[in-house]
């Protein structure tokens, strides 16, 4: 309770009211609209914001956006839109953003509209997977947005609403456009079926930069077999694990399958494919400055 009470404290001096619903992001002074009484949008965005602790991934994708400069983005999970919604992007970039929660939906639409580029925008109503269906179940979380899921969830069941949502294989849906695809994947253990979802648009772009959730636990009750995904994955890709552009560590298959992540929680992997990927990594770790990221490029070269 009051740590609580400290949160809304620091929220009522950063934003001076409790309850915004229109924020600006601090790593590119984009806005987007909100639901203040969302558990996510308090904890890992006001809350952040208001102490300067902005999740791993927002940090990974204002970077990039500078450092790729994306032709295509993707945004699977787009949630309230700090990624596919709250960046700045070169004149022409396609940008595609999949959120399966109807929650959601008004506060993306109202985001969207207030853009001058709104037109390059495609946002699609429905959750993503590896075949497309007419329904598949959707689990609504009701401690907050960040955790509603395509898989079952194993704890806490009365606490979630079930309802059918349609999915998209995204690669029968989406045409390639240029040649840098921009990708972030944060579905709450659907993530693997997604990328398999996306392969061939992903094949058929010449560089890809990919941010993806990785969460064993949640990935298992999917049906994952993590030993075999570490082994496709770091054949396809080059993987890192990321938590900030000064700490990003390059990862060999033995790595990934041996990677610790605490019980029910989540590190975020970078997958690259491609020059222009791997030079974007290069000067983007290069920035970061710390014996990680100069032990990352020796890795790149």
Known sequence: MFNRFRRNLRIRRTFGTLNPTRVELPLTKCCIEVNPLDGRVRRMLLNAIAT??????QRFWARAVREFAPTMVVDVGVNYGECALGANYPGGCSVIGVEANPSIWPYIRRTLGARADQANFTIM???????????IRFWISSGGSGTSTTVQPTVRVAEWQMIDVPAVRLDERITPHGDRL??????????LRVLRGLSRL??????????VEYCPDRLRDAGEDLSGVATQLCEQYSVWQFRDWNDVKRLNSAE?????????RATDLVLSRGDAAADAMLRAVAAGGSVTAAGACEALT
Request: charged letters at 25%; aromatic letters at 0%; zero cysteines.
């Open 52 to 57: 300067n602790k902005l999740p791993a991934v």
């Open 125 to 135: 109503e429905s959750a993503a997977s590896d075949r497309t269906e007419s329904g």
């Open 182 to 191: 921009l990708l972030k994947i944060d579905v709450e253990g659907a993530d």
């Open 202 to 211: 992903i094949d058929a772009m010449p560089a890809t930069l990919a941010i």
């Open 256 to 264: 990934l399958r041996s990677l610790t992540v605490a019980k029910g």
